[in-house]
DNA sequence: CCAGACGTTGTT
DNA sequence: GTCTGG
DNA sequence: CCAGACGTTGTT
DNA sequence: GTCTGG
């Protein structure tokens, strides 16, 4: 799963793959928590522009009533994202990247819960695969929302956890933004990220409370890679 | 036909 | 145990 | 994802 | 809005 991760840097790469102008600076980010806003970027399907956007994670579909009753819908499950109500359209309409320096992920042995950071090796970012809708209240207030598409963990990760986000590759974004691709296009840039392309290494638990946001959070603290059997 | 759900994770 | 907030 | 609350009445 | 269950 993916319920936790850092942005930093700039994404002077991402924006000039989209041709969007100079975006404004962002303050980085070391413990970015479900419900709050995330940069995206996607394909407005009005103007067939890119766009870069602030959503909150955790998609609250349009139809929905009460934003109330669904609340926590950060991730989607590739397997399954065709099926769901609440997936469906936006997998077919509204897709986005999220980028990331990196994320958490928690082992669990016992009752421990030891959180590990994963990062890229070759790029400065993760560029997720994210759904998002707009949801429209009625008294006209307006919710953009959005989620990180999920797969089953690669083998490094297998080791911590048994799903991980969806990592697109960097020559697969515009292939993913674009409204004209195929689904079972779509459907293939679902998988999971390999192993070479990311390492990780143990981190304080300090991570774990969202108020720590901070570079502390993905300092080294012991193993470096999990043990692989 | 209408009513009610619409999600993931993990754990058992 | 389960829900809410970040 | 984890942390932290989990309640009401009334008064300030 | 759209699907499933009754």
Redesign the pocket.
Same mark, same amino acid.
């Given at each position: 799963?993916c319920?936790?991760f850092t942005l930093t840097g700039n994404l002077i790469w991402l924006i000039r793959l989209l041709g969007l102008e100079q975006l404004q600076k962002f303050a980085p980010r070391y413990n970015i928590? %479900? &419900?709050?806003p995330l940069i995206v970027f996607y394909k407005d399907p009005d103007s067939g522009e890119y766009k870069q956007d602030f959503q909150l994670w955790g998609l609250v579909p349009s139809?929905?009533?009460d934003p109330?009753?669904?609340?926590?819908?950060?991730?989607?499950?590739a397997e399954?994202?065709e099926q769901? %109500? &609440?997936?469906k359209k936006a997998f077919r309409y509204r897709r986005c990247i999220i980028p990331a320096s990196g994320f958490y992920e928690?082992q669990?042995s016992g009752k421990d819960?030891q959180p590990w950071y994963f990062s890229p090796t070759e790029n400065e970012h993760f560029y997720f695969a994210g759904l998002w809708d707009i949801w429209h209240g009625p008294d006209g207030e307006q919710l953009d929302t959005c989620a990180i598409i999920?797969t089953e963990a690669n083998r490094v990760m297998s080791r911590i956890?048994?799903?991980m986000p969806v990592i697109i590759a960097p020559d697969d974004l515009l292939t993913w933004l674009n409204d004209e691709t195929e689904p079972a296009a779509l459907k293939r840039l679902l998988r999971p990220f390999p192993d070479a392309r990311m390492k990780c290494w143990k981190i304080d638990?300090l991570v774990?409370?969202?108020?720590n946001d901070r570079p502390e959070c993905i300092e080294p603290k012991g193993e470096l890679q999990p043990e692989l059997f």
């Open positions: 799963m319920g936790r928590a %479900p &419900s709050q139809f929905i009533k109330a009753d669904v609340r926590n819908m950060i991730n989607a499950r399954t994202i769901k %109500p &609440s997936f928690w669990k819960k999920t956890h048994h799903r638990k774990n409370n969202p108020a």
